[in-house]
């Protein structure tokens, strides 16, 4: 009796057929998981803004990017400071405002060490799920969420609000302030690690929690690590990353914006005019 069956060589085609089936949906099913990654980080973005507009809504401004405590290195952060604004209210109510805050690995002070049961807290609503998971810089979880600070810290270290964003040292920025308007003004947007240290959202070094459109977005293929690398804008998103404005929405900024429009869309009130179709 004949035996019907594959033979050898049809196996082999099958197993062929099969591979270049898999080698292309592959590459399908990595889009659809960056792709819900992208959704569920414009989310958290979407969700930070909103807490920005309750918090000003119940102060009348929005936070300041940091808090003096009276050191350089262990301010208060604008991110511990909406965290009941973002469902973390028992987190806001066991951090202490009267102590200095954690210190971010820049510093070597270990002062602050009694907040370091908040600020070593993992908040998924300020990290991007395309990025790494959240890792602690000296007594700061990492997050990826960053203020506006505006063009350039280096100008406005010693010279608050000098760069002319929405965050800096004891910022008070109210919506009447954004004269630029808040549909063109971005209030923050997001940091990857691997620049520098890092951000880390329960405070420290005033670049941890604050970025900048000095330098170009997403700046990884720079060779110096220099400050301004640091304190750029970048996301491990393809292209770009997101902001969140002062309006409340979220948008991609692709990194190939012109630098004069990144720079126009990063200050509150030096009176630019920007197209919706130049960004």
């Known amino acids: 009796m004949d035996r019907k069956g594959f033979t050898l060589i049809e196996l082999l085609v099958v197993i062929a057929i099969i591979a270049v089936l898999i080698a292309l949906l ?34 009348g401004c929005f936070p300041p990017g940091r808090v003096d405590t009276g050191s350089y290195c262990m301010n208060h952060s604008w991110l511990t400071l909406i965290l009941p604004f973002v469902d973390e209210t028992a987190l806001y109510n066991a951090y202490n405002f009267s102590l200095q805050c954690a210190p971010h690995s820049y510093c070597s002070s270990s002062t602050g060490a009694a907040n370091t049961t908040v600020t070593q807290s993992t908040l998924m609503q300020y990290c991007c799920p395309s ?29 608050p609000g000098k760069g002319k964003g929405l965050f800096w040292l004891c910022s008070t920025v109210r919506i009447r302030d954004i004269r630029d308007g808040t549909s063109q003004t971005f209030a923050g947007g997001e940091r990857a690690y691997g620049l520098g240290d890092g951000p880390g959202w329960g405070g420290g070094f005033f670049g941890a929690m604050e970025g900048e459109t000095y330098m170009p977005m997403n ?56 197209d919706d179709e130049d960004y």
């Open 131 to 159: 990025d790494q998971a959240p890792v602690i810089y000296g007594n700061v979880r990492g997050s990826n969420t960053v203020g506006n600070f505006g063009t350039n810290q280096n100008e406005g270290t010693f010279n």
């Open 26 to 59: 592959l590459p399908a099913v990595q889009q659809a998981r960056e792709a819900a990654r992208r959704t569920q980080c414009r989310n958290n973005m979407h969700q930070v803004a909103l807490a920005l507009h309750n918090y000003h809504d119940t102060h």
């Open 219 to 274: 700046p990884f293929d720079m060779a110096n690590v220099n400050a301004s690398r640091q304190r750029s804008f970048a996301s491990r998103h393809e292209g770009g990353s997101f902001f969140f404005f002062a309006d409340g929405a979220v948008r991609f900024l692709s990194e190939n914006i012109d630098m004069s429009t990144y720079h126009a869309l990063s200050t509150i009130a030096n009176n630019e005019v920007v």
